[in-house]
Protein backbone atom coordinates (compact mmCIF):
# COMPACT_ATOMS: atom_id res chain seq x y z
CA UNK A 1 0.00 0.00 0.00
CA UNK A 2 1.25 3.50 -1.04
CA UNK A 3 0.56 7.18 -0.42
CA UNK A 4 0.48 8.79 -3.89
CA UNK A 5 -0.38 12.29 -4.49
CA UNK A 6 -3.64 12.81 -6.68
CA UNK A 7 -3.33 16.08 -7.25
CA UNK A 8 -1.68 19.39 -5.70
CA UNK A 9 -3.41 23.04 -5.53
CA UNK A 10 -1.96 26.35 -3.87
CA UNK A 11 -3.51 29.91 -2.97
CA UNK A 12 -1.49 33.47 -2.93
CA UNK A 13 -3.27 36.31 -1.71
CA UNK A 14 -4.07 39.02 -4.32
CA UNK A 15 -1.66 42.21 -2.64
CA UNK A 16 1.46 41.72 -3.67
CA UNK A 17 4.30 43.80 -1.84
CA UNK A 18 7.29 44.33 -3.67
CA UNK A 19 11.10 45.07 -3.19
CA UNK A 20 10.21 48.80 -4.42
CA UNK A 21 7.56 49.07 -2.42
CA UNK A 22 8.94 47.84 0.75
CA UNK A 23 11.96 50.07 0.42
CA UNK A 24 9.70 52.68 0.90
CA UNK A 25 9.53 51.51 4.72
CA UNK A 26 12.53 50.69 5.78
CA UNK A 27 15.95 51.13 4.73
CA UNK A 28 16.88 48.98 2.13
CA UNK A 29 16.73 48.07 -1.58
CA UNK A 30 15.21 45.31 -4.28
CA UNK A 31 19.32 45.49 -5.23
CA UNK A 32 20.28 43.60 -1.64
CA UNK A 33 16.89 41.49 -1.05
CA UNK A 34 16.99 40.20 -4.59
CA UNK A 35 20.76 39.54 -4.46
CA UNK A 36 21.32 38.36 -0.72
CA UNK A 37 17.76 36.11 -1.10
CA UNK A 38 16.18 35.87 -4.74
CA UNK A 39 13.08 37.15 -3.56
CA UNK A 40 11.17 40.12 -5.64
CA UNK A 41 8.03 40.33 -4.26
CA UNK A 42 5.90 38.82 -1.47
CA UNK A 43 1.84 38.34 -0.71
CA UNK A 44 0.13 39.61 1.93
CA UNK A 45 -3.05 38.50 3.15
CA UNK A 46 -6.14 40.89 3.81
CA UNK A 47 -6.87 42.26 7.74
CA UNK A 48 -9.80 39.84 7.83
CA UNK A 49 -8.36 37.14 5.47
CA UNK A 50 -7.17 33.75 7.80
CA UNK A 51 -4.66 31.22 7.98
CA UNK A 52 -7.36 28.98 7.59
CA UNK A 53 -9.00 30.94 4.43
CA UNK A 54 -5.49 30.33 2.72
CA UNK A 55 -5.68 26.91 2.96
CA UNK A 56 -9.09 26.69 2.39
CA UNK A 57 -8.74 27.90 -1.43
CA UNK A 58 -5.87 26.07 -1.48
CA UNK A 59 -7.76 22.78 -0.48
CA UNK A 60 -10.54 23.59 -2.85
CA UNK A 61 -7.98 23.65 -6.07
CA UNK A 62 -6.17 20.89 -5.08
CA UNK A 63 -9.55 18.36 -4.63
CA UNK A 64 -10.10 19.77 -8.31
CA UNK A 65 -6.83 18.88 -9.58
CA UNK A 66 -7.43 15.23 -7.69
CA UNK A 67 -10.90 14.94 -9.35
CA UNK A 68 -11.92 14.54 -5.92
CA UNK A 69 -15.09 14.50 -4.33
CA UNK A 70 -14.69 16.58 -0.78
CA UNK A 71 -16.92 13.52 0.60
CA UNK A 72 -14.69 11.30 0.63
CA UNK A 73 -11.42 12.91 2.32
CA UNK A 74 -11.16 10.87 5.98
CA UNK A 75 -8.21 12.99 7.70
CA UNK A 76 -7.10 16.99 7.32
CA UNK A 77 -4.21 17.69 8.19
CA UNK A 78 -2.41 21.45 8.37
CA UNK A 79 1.12 22.17 8.51
CA UNK A 80 1.18 26.09 10.44
CA UNK A 81 2.98 27.95 12.28
CA UNK A 82 0.18 30.94 12.24
CA UNK A 83 -2.48 29.18 13.46
CA UNK A 84 -6.05 31.56 13.60
CA UNK A 85 -6.31 30.68 17.57
CA UNK A 86 -4.58 28.80 19.77
CA UNK A 87 -7.29 26.47 19.81
CA UNK A 88 -9.09 25.19 18.32
CA UNK A 89 -6.73 23.90 15.33
CA UNK A 90 -6.53 25.45 11.87
CA UNK A 91 -7.66 21.84 10.94
CA UNK A 92 -10.69 21.74 12.47
CA UNK A 93 -11.56 25.31 11.08
CA UNK A 94 -10.67 24.32 7.75
CA UNK A 95 -12.67 20.98 8.03
CA UNK A 96 -15.71 22.89 9.28
CA UNK A 97 -15.47 25.64 6.41
CA UNK A 98 -15.19 22.64 3.84
CA UNK A 99 -18.61 21.10 4.91
CA UNK A 100 -17.10 18.25 6.19
CA UNK A 101 -17.46 16.73 9.52
CA UNK A 102 -16.41 13.46 11.93
CA UNK A 103 -12.93 12.58 10.99
CA UNK A 104 -9.71 13.45 12.65
CA UNK A 105 -8.30 17.09 11.87
CA UNK A 106 -5.25 18.31 13.72
CA UNK A 107 -2.48 21.30 12.97
CA UNK A 108 1.15 20.00 12.58
CA UNK A 109 3.83 23.12 14.33
CA UNK A 110 7.32 22.89 12.66
CA UNK A 111 7.81 25.74 11.17
CA UNK A 112 9.08 25.73 7.56
CA UNK A 113 9.89 21.88 7.62
CA UNK A 114 5.78 21.47 8.59
CA UNK A 115 4.86 20.47 5.30
CA UNK A 116 7.27 16.69 4.91
CA UNK A 117 6.16 16.16 8.74
CA UNK A 118 2.76 16.59 8.10
CA UNK A 119 2.79 14.60 4.67
CA UNK A 120 5.22 12.00 6.24
CA UNK A 121 2.09 11.48 9.27
CA UNK A 122 -0.02 11.53 6.69
CA UNK A 123 1.56 9.11 4.95
CA UNK A 124 1.85 6.87 7.95
CA UNK A 125 -1.52 6.77 8.74
CA UNK A 126 -2.52 5.78 5.19
CA UNK A 127 -0.36 2.91 5.27
CA UNK A 128 -2.19 1.65 8.29
CA UNK A 129 -4.83 1.21 6.36
CA UNK A 130 -7.12 3.53 8.74
CA UNK A 131 -7.02 6.47 5.70
CA UNK A 132 -8.07 6.36 2.37
CA UNK A 133 -7.62 9.98 1.30
CA UNK A 134 -5.74 12.64 3.12
CA UNK A 135 -5.97 16.49 2.63
CA UNK A 136 -2.50 17.79 3.96
CA UNK A 137 -1.83 21.53 3.53
CA UNK A 138 0.92 24.13 4.38
CA UNK A 139 -0.58 27.57 5.44
CA UNK A 140 0.60 30.46 6.93
CA UNK A 141 -0.26 34.31 7.62
CA UNK A 142 3.31 35.19 8.49
CA UNK A 143 2.86 38.82 8.01
CA UNK A 144 0.57 38.74 11.59
CA UNK A 145 4.71 38.30 13.03
CA UNK A 146 6.30 40.04 10.76
CA UNK A 147 7.74 43.36 12.28
CA UNK A 148 7.25 45.40 9.87
CA UNK A 149 10.26 47.81 11.16
CA UNK A 150 12.92 45.20 11.19
CA UNK A 151 14.59 45.37 7.64
CA UNK A 152 16.79 41.83 8.68
CA UNK A 153 13.28 40.02 8.63
CA UNK A 154 10.51 41.66 7.17
CA UNK A 155 12.33 41.51 4.01
CA UNK A 156 11.93 37.65 3.70
CA UNK A 157 8.85 36.31 4.77
CA UNK A 158 5.08 36.40 2.91
CA UNK A 159 1.33 34.67 3.27
CA UNK A 160 0.25 31.38 1.42
CA UNK A 161 -1.08 28.05 1.21
CA UNK A 162 -0.55 25.04 -0.80
CA UNK A 163 -1.73 21.76 -0.57
CA UNK A 164 -1.65 18.44 -1.38
CA UNK A 165 -4.60 15.07 -1.77
CA UNK A 166 -2.93 12.10 -0.62
CA UNK A 167 -4.64 8.83 -1.45
CA UNK A 168 -4.34 4.86 -0.23
CA UNK A 169 -3.56 3.32 -3.74
CA UNK A 170 -1.43 -0.10 -5.19
CA UNK A 171 0.94 2.06 -7.49
CA UNK A 172 3.71 4.17 -5.84
CA UNK A 173 3.71 6.65 -4.08
CA UNK A 174 5.65 8.13 -1.52
CA UNK A 175 8.89 5.80 -1.43
CA UNK A 176 11.00 7.77 1.76
CA UNK A 177 11.02 10.12 4.43
CA UNK A 178 13.42 11.29 6.97
CA UNK A 179 12.51 13.59 9.75
CA UNK A 180 14.95 15.28 12.10
CA UNK A 181 14.91 17.41 14.80
CA UNK A 182 17.43 19.33 17.05
CA UNK A 183 15.82 21.45 20.13
CA UNK A 184 19.43 22.79 20.89
CA UNK A 185 19.24 25.53 18.32
CA UNK A 186 15.56 26.87 19.04
CA UNK A 187 17.21 30.11 19.62
CA UNK A 188 18.50 31.51 16.41
CA UNK A 189 14.85 31.32 15.04
CA UNK A 190 12.03 31.95 16.81
CA UNK A 191 8.64 34.37 17.79
CA UNK A 192 9.38 33.98 21.55
CA UNK A 193 5.68 34.96 22.78
CA UNK A 194 2.82 33.20 24.88
CA UNK A 195 -0.11 34.48 25.88
CA UNK A 196 -0.33 34.90 29.48
CA UNK A 197 -3.53 36.46 32.01
CA UNK A 198 -4.35 38.13 29.09
CA UNK A 199 -1.45 39.86 27.80
CA UNK A 200 1.63 39.14 25.23
CA UNK A 201 4.47 37.67 27.09
CA UNK A 202 7.68 37.78 25.67
CA UNK A 203 8.05 38.99 21.52
CA UNK A 204 5.57 38.22 19.02
CA UNK A 205 7.88 39.02 16.16
CA UNK A 206 9.88 36.15 14.32
CA UNK A 207 13.56 36.67 15.55
CA UNK A 208 16.31 35.17 13.29
CA UNK A 209 20.22 34.86 13.57
CA UNK A 210 20.31 35.14 9.33
CA UNK A 211 24.03 33.68 9.11
CA UNK A 212 23.15 30.93 11.74
CA UNK A 213 20.51 29.65 9.96
CA UNK A 214 22.23 29.45 6.81
CA UNK A 215 25.06 27.84 8.03
CA UNK A 216 22.79 25.17 9.83
CA UNK A 217 20.47 24.80 6.49
CA UNK A 218 22.74 24.14 3.69
CA UNK A 219 24.29 21.11 5.81
CA UNK A 220 21.22 19.93 7.19
CA UNK A 221 19.06 20.17 3.73
CA UNK A 222 22.34 18.18 2.22
CA UNK A 223 22.43 15.11 4.48
CA UNK A 224 18.86 14.84 4.88
CA UNK A 225 18.23 14.96 1.10
CA UNK A 226 20.89 12.06 0.73
CA UNK A 227 19.69 10.28 3.86
CA UNK A 228 16.45 10.04 2.21
CA UNK A 229 17.52 8.99 -1.24
CA UNK A 230 19.70 5.75 0.78
CA UNK A 231 16.29 5.21 2.42
CA UNK A 232 14.48 4.23 -1.24
CA UNK A 233 17.67 3.09 -2.71
CA UNK A 234 17.79 5.89 -5.42
CA UNK A 235 20.52 7.67 -6.62
CA UNK A 236 21.26 11.54 -6.87
CA UNK A 237 21.07 11.37 -10.55
CA UNK A 238 17.99 9.39 -11.03
CA UNK A 239 15.44 12.69 -9.05
CA UNK A 240 13.69 14.13 -11.65
CA UNK A 241 12.68 17.55 -9.41
CA UNK A 242 14.08 18.50 -6.04
CA UNK A 243 10.62 20.46 -4.53
CA UNK A 244 13.30 23.10 -1.21
CA UNK A 245 11.58 25.09 0.52
CA UNK A 246 11.75 28.75 -0.62
CA UNK A 247 13.89 30.91 2.12
CA UNK A 248 16.38 31.84 0.38
CA UNK A 249 17.55 31.29 -3.35
CA UNK A 250 21.63 30.70 -2.44
CA UNK A 251 20.75 28.13 -0.05
CA UNK A 252 18.43 26.75 -2.87
CA UNK A 253 21.75 26.68 -4.88
CA UNK A 254 23.54 25.08 -2.50
CA UNK A 255 21.25 21.97 -2.07
CA UNK A 256 21.31 21.80 -5.30
CA UNK A 257 24.94 21.66 -6.24
CA UNK A 258 25.35 18.79 -2.87
CA UNK A 259 23.02 16.58 -4.80
CA UNK A 260 24.89 17.26 -7.86
CA UNK A 261 21.20 18.47 -9.71
CA UNK A 262 21.91 21.53 -12.04
CA UNK A 263 19.06 23.82 -11.24
CA UNK A 264 16.81 23.15 -14.52
CA UNK A 265 15.92 20.45 -12.04
CA UNK A 266 14.61 22.53 -9.51
CA UNK A 267 11.50 24.36 -8.74
CA UNK A 268 12.35 27.37 -7.37
CA UNK A 269 9.30 30.16 -6.81
CA UNK A 270 10.73 32.16 -3.74
CA UNK A 271 11.38 34.97 -6.09
CA UNK A 272 7.38 35.46 -6.27
CA UNK A 273 6.57 34.68 -2.91
CA UNK A 274 9.49 34.95 -0.33
CA UNK A 275 9.86 32.78 2.64
CA UNK A 276 5.93 31.10 3.51
CA UNK A 277 7.60 28.71 5.75
CA UNK A 278 5.22 25.60 5.77
CA UNK A 279 3.30 26.52 2.58
CA UNK A 280 6.09 27.12 0.71
CA UNK A 281 7.10 23.55 -0.46
CA UNK A 282 3.63 22.62 -1.57
CA UNK A 283 3.27 26.35 -3.21
CA UNK A 284 6.58 25.57 -5.33
CA UNK A 285 5.24 21.46 -5.81
CA UNK A 286 2.23 23.40 -7.38
CA UNK A 287 3.56 25.05 -9.41
CA UNK A 288 5.93 22.74 -10.59
CA UNK A 289 3.13 20.08 -11.55
CA UNK A 290 0.65 23.27 -13.18
CA UNK A 291 3.43 24.74 -15.12
CA UNK A 292 3.66 20.63 -16.47
CA UNK A 293 7.03 20.68 -15.49
CA UNK A 294 6.85 17.95 -12.79
CA UNK A 295 5.25 14.69 -15.06
CA UNK A 296 3.75 11.77 -13.63
CA UNK A 297 5.86 8.69 -13.27
CA UNK A 298 8.61 11.18 -12.40
CA UNK A 299 11.00 11.53 -8.80
CA UNK A 300 10.71 14.04 -6.92
CA UNK A 301 12.62 15.15 -3.74
CA UNK A 302 10.78 17.68 -1.15
CA UNK A 303 13.35 19.07 1.86
CA UNK A 304 12.41 21.92 4.30
CA UNK A 305 14.05 23.02 7.27
CA UNK A 306 13.10 25.51 10.05
CA UNK A 307 12.48 26.75 13.66
CA UNK A 308 12.99 24.24 16.33
CA UNK A 309 15.39 23.15 14.64
CA UNK A 310 13.29 21.13 12.76
CA UNK A 311 14.16 19.20 9.08
CA UNK A 312 12.68 16.96 6.90
CA UNK A 313 12.58 15.18 3.18
CA UNK A 314 10.30 13.21 1.08
CA UNK A 315 10.62 10.96 -1.79
CA UNK A 316 8.09 10.52 -3.57
CA UNK A 317 6.92 8.98 -7.58
CA UNK A 318 4.11 11.70 -8.90
O1 LIG B 1 12.78 29.50 6.84
C1 LIG B 1 13.86 29.16 7.64
C2 LIG B 1 15.07 29.27 6.88
N1 LIG B 1 15.56 30.65 6.85
C3 LIG B 1 16.54 30.90 6.08
O2 LIG B 1 16.96 30.03 5.37
C4 LIG B 1 17.23 32.24 6.12
C5 LIG B 1 18.70 32.02 6.19
N2 LIG B 1 19.52 33.23 6.19
C6 LIG B 1 19.56 34.05 5.14
O3 LIG B 1 18.86 33.87 4.15
C7 LIG B 1 20.53 35.20 5.18
O4 LIG B 1 21.36 35.08 6.31
C8 LIG B 1 19.86 36.58 5.18
C9 LIG B 1 19.23 36.84 3.82
C10 LIG B 1 18.81 36.67 6.26
C11 LIG B 1 20.90 37.68 5.43
O5 LIG B 1 21.89 37.63 4.44
P1 LIG B 1 23.43 37.78 4.83
O6 LIG B 1 24.20 37.74 3.57
O7 LIG B 1 23.71 36.72 5.87
O8 LIG B 1 23.48 39.25 5.43
P2 LIG B 1 23.90 39.71 6.89
O9 LIG B 1 22.85 39.32 7.87
O10 LIG B 1 25.30 39.24 7.14
O11 LIG B 1 23.90 41.26 6.74
C12 LIG B 1 24.86 41.94 5.91
C13 LIG B 1 24.61 43.43 6.02
C14 LIG B 1 24.50 43.94 7.46
O12 LIG B 1 25.11 45.22 7.50
P3 LIG B 1 26.57 45.40 8.14
O13 LIG B 1 26.43 44.93 9.56
O14 LIG B 1 27.46 44.52 7.31
O15 LIG B 1 26.82 46.86 7.99
C15 LIG B 1 23.02 44.11 7.68
O16 LIG B 1 22.72 45.11 8.62
O17 LIG B 1 23.35 43.76 5.41
C16 LIG B 1 22.55 44.52 6.31
N3 LIG B 1 21.15 44.21 6.09
C17 LIG B 1 20.43 44.82 5.14
N4 LIG B 1 20.71 45.78 4.25
C18 LIG B 1 19.73 46.16 3.39
C19 LIG B 1 20.39 43.31 6.72
N5 LIG B 1 19.16 43.29 6.19
C20 LIG B 1 19.15 44.23 5.22
C21 LIG B 1 18.17 44.67 4.30
N6 LIG B 1 18.51 45.63 3.42
N7 LIG B 1 16.92 44.16 4.28
Partial sequence: ????????????????LTNEALA???????????????IRQRHLAADGETTSDLALRAVERALEAAGTDKADV??????????DNIFPSTACTLQDKLGLQGFPAFDV???????????????????TGAVKCAVVVGAEKLSNIVDWNDRTTCVLFGDGAGAVVLKASDEPGILASKLHADGRYRDILKTPASFKQGQ???TPWIYMDGGAVFKFAVRAL???????LAAAGVAQADVDWLVPHQANLRIIESTAKHLHLSMDKVIVT??????????SIPLALDEGVRSGRIQRGQLVLLEGIGGGFAWGSVLFKY
Avoid at 6 to 13: H, R, V
Avoid at 75 to 80: G, H, K
Avoid at 270 to 279: E, L, M, P, Q, Y
Fill in 74 to 83: DLIIVATTTP
Fill in 109 to 127: QAVCAGFVYALTVADALIK
Fill in 222 to 228: ADVANET
Fill in 270 to 279: VDKHGNTSAA
Fill in 24 to 38: QRVETSDEWIASRTG
Fill in 1 to 16: MYARIAGTGSYLPEHI
Fill in 200 to 202: IDG
